[in-house]
């Protein structure tokens, strides 16, 4: 008796201490969203309020358009529970600011037209880090700067709509005073092209091999094993009009990329890991948006 005693306690204050640690986690978060909502002004421009969502429905509402735009658009077939909700989600977005658009002129349950995700990493060290790091090894980001200095954008879209250019405009707005309140050194993320046969897209490949590898001491690498042989003889300008458009809107304001990609089955798409440093985000880009 006195051992089943003894393991009982031994039990409950082990549940005690994890408990412990998880609830303070959850109040470190919680002080760190209080910040964020009270510190980021809105935008307005137009008809469109460009904020960081401050309720679970706003939230919900952009889950809903990204679950328009990467699963019913595309036709992607493996949808599992994300189907019954109609809304795309995961763990992460729990840990993340979502950087939202609104069209004042729409209804209310339909108005969010723009997102983007914004993790930053302070916030993805309290929990199982970033979304990145399910496909890609990022040790060497890590070694190079502080957690709170890395930012992690995804989930990136935009309503079909609405896709003059403007939106987008507006979302970087957000993301550069986004930048400049925290600071921020880094912005890394997954960029995609559309299909799993990486045979499809070898002179694209080849382009980004060659013209906008990452450098050895900030290489990320893949966490699987994709090999494919490139092409030598490639017309540069050409291959580059037929890279997907967040991609190149990204080399053009001077991100690089890994040396290899991930397939991600889920999404039916081939990945890569955009790496941009904000210092060096070309000048025509900095004075749109980040001065």
Known sequence: MQNLALLNKIVNTNLFVKTKKTMSSIIRKKRIIKKIKSEFEPIIFKNFTIKIAESNFEIKKAQSLRYKIFFKEKKIKKKSFKLLLQRDYDFYDKISDHLIIIDNNREIRDNVIGTYRLLRGNCAKLYRGFYTEQEFDISNLKKNFSSKNILELGRSCVHPQYRSGIILKLL????????????????????????????????????????????????????????ISFNKNINHLTTFNKLPPLIKGYLRAGGMVSENFYIDTEFETIDYCVIMLTEKIVSRYQNKFLN
């Open 172 to 227: 970087w707005q957000g993301i550069s005073n986004y930048i400049k309140m925290y600071k921020i050194k880094i912005l890394m993320g997954c960029a995609s092209f559309h299909g799993t046969n990486p045979s499809k897209f070898k002179d694209e490949f080849s382009l980004l091999y060659e013209s906008y590898r990452l450098p050895e001491d900030y290489d990320v690498k893949s966490l699987q094993s994709n090999e």
